[in-house]
Nanobody
């Protein structure tokens, strides 16, 4: 089975930085396109960032572009999102997601992902 485990969340002040990690089990990590989503209280889960299976293509939501950076380390079967200049509106539970693919296409919607982690809480105080 494929298992995704997020870590790195916490309580920070506006302007601070966090790096979230998503550790992925199995030997098929390199065949996955990976994404980060978030869900704030009272809101729907929304797309944050995605990275293709080769790492050559990345896509970001407009709300985080220029502040967040998604990356992957295939040797460690791990995907990261570096979050800088955090704002109060970034407060949410952040979820890692994976989709098996043989292409380098990224996926931007919840319905396109096969596997999900349990989430990690990020709280930004202002």
């Amino acid at each position: 089975q494929v298992q995704l485990v997020e870590s790195g969340g916490g309580l920070v002040q506006a302007g601070d930085s966090l790096r979230l990690s998503c550790a992925t089990s199995g030997r098929t990590y390199s065949s996955f396109t990976m994404g980060w989503f978030r869900q704030a209280p009272g809101k729907e889960r929304e797309f944050v960032a995605a990275i293709s299976r080769t790492g050559s293509n990345t896509v970001y939501a407009d709300s985080v572009k220029g502040r967040f950076t998604i990356s992957r380390d295939n040797a460690k079967n791990t995907v990261y999102v570096q979050m800088n200049s955090l704002k109060a509106e970034d407060t949410a539970v952040y979820y890692c997601a994976a989709r098996a693919t043989i292409t380098d296409r990224v996926r931007l919607t919840r319905a396109e992902y096969d596997y999900w982690g349990q989430g990690t809480q990020v709280t930004v105080s202002s």
